[in-house]
């Protein structure tokens, strides 16, 4: 029996190249940040929301599972926070975060037809940014996150 307590990153471990490891991380990048961002600005009925949530659960998932593979130092840890950050926020929003987010959020309403919710930009940004953070360093350092996705 597997106890409560046990990290995620216990359980699955995948140990792949650093390259290969960010590699992924870029690809995933735009749809956790547009299922991030639908779950911040747009409404949905609740099984959609929940099956967004399922989505980004699984995509971390995947994620905080990669080890570094013949990394010397480094050899079976994750990726570190920095890393992390820029690949799923600071390369895409950094500095450019209401312009870039209101431009995310208005191909959402344009393109796939869901509908904004009242939240402005202005109070989204910090939450994206802050989330990314949290979650990055908790990866970074083999920490559960699960109440930061019970937060979504």
């Known amino acids: 029996m597997i106890e409560k307590h046990m990290r995620a990153s216990q359980i699955f471990e995948m140990n792949i190249p650093r390259d290969r490891a960010i590699a992924i991380t870029e690809n995933l990048e735009d749809q956790i940040n547009s299922h991030l961002l639908k779950l911040f600005g747009m409404t949905a009925d609740d099984g959609t ?17 990669f080890r570094m593979k013949n990394r010397g130092k480094q050899k079976g840890k994750p990726l570190s926070a920095k890393v992390y950050y820029d690949h799923l926020y600071d390369h895409m929003y950094g500095g450019h975060e209401i312009e870039n987010i209101s431009s995310v959020l208005d191909l959402l309403v344009r393109d796939w037809g869901y509908t904004r919710n009242e939240v402005p930009v202005s109070e989204i940004a910090p939450k994206l940014r802050g989330f990314h953070l949290a979650i990055s ?16």
Request: charged share 25%.
């Open 137 to 152: 360093l908790r990866m970074a350092n083999g920490q559960s996150y699960e109440d930061l996705l019970a937060q979504l």
């Open 49 to 65: 929301r929940s099956h967004w949530k399922a989505e980004v659960r699984a995509w971390f998932g995947r994620l905080a599972s």
